[in-house]
């Protein structure tokens, strides 16, 4: 029943799951309730279907250069924070920050996503290393 379990979990979009141990006089057992989305219906909620964005074809080659020096900033703040990138700043986000025509602390505040909390924490952590990354690369390091 295990194997059977662990097989519907995984290849299940699974929303929640409860259970309870219980036991009486003559025997005890485990009940798990599993509440998940049915993939044969097609109704899963527009944001767990989104499309990949391919940003390469969406940002001019300049653009999508100072994106994936973003991406790379990015993937080392959330190391540091012990959080996911996309808690960080989501490609969306970085992409906005990578058409901005200066990048700039008071500049990210423009982008759709990016609030004053989010700016205030990682805004300079971000630009900052964004700039050595991009000294590093002229350097050849």
């Known amino acids: 029943m295990q194997a059977e379990m662990n097989r519907f979990l995984s290849a299940s979009r699974v929303l929640e799951i409860e259970q309870r141990f219980y036991q009486n006089d003559k025997s005890a057992f485990w009940s798990f309730c599993v509440r998940y989305l049915n993939s044969n219906t097609g109704s899963f909620p527009q944001q767990l279907t989104k499309q990949k964005v391919d940003y390469k074809e969406m940002l001019n080659e300049n653009e999508f250069a100072i994106f ?3 991406r790379e900033c990015r993937k080392i703040i959330a190391a540091n924070d012990a959080v996911p990138a996309y808690a960080v700043f989501t490609d969306e986000e970085l992409a906005g920050i990578a058409r901005l025509p200066a990048l700039e602390v008071g500049k990210l505040i423009s982008v759709k996503g990016i609030g004053d909390k989010k ?14 990354k991009i000294v590093k690369d002229e350097k050849g390091e």
Do not use: D, H, R, W
Request: without cysteine; aromatic residues 12%; glycine residues 6%.
């Open 68 to 70: 994936s020096k973003l």
């Open 119 to 132: 700016v205030e924490k990682y805004g300079n952590q971000l630009i900052e290393l964004f700039k050595s």
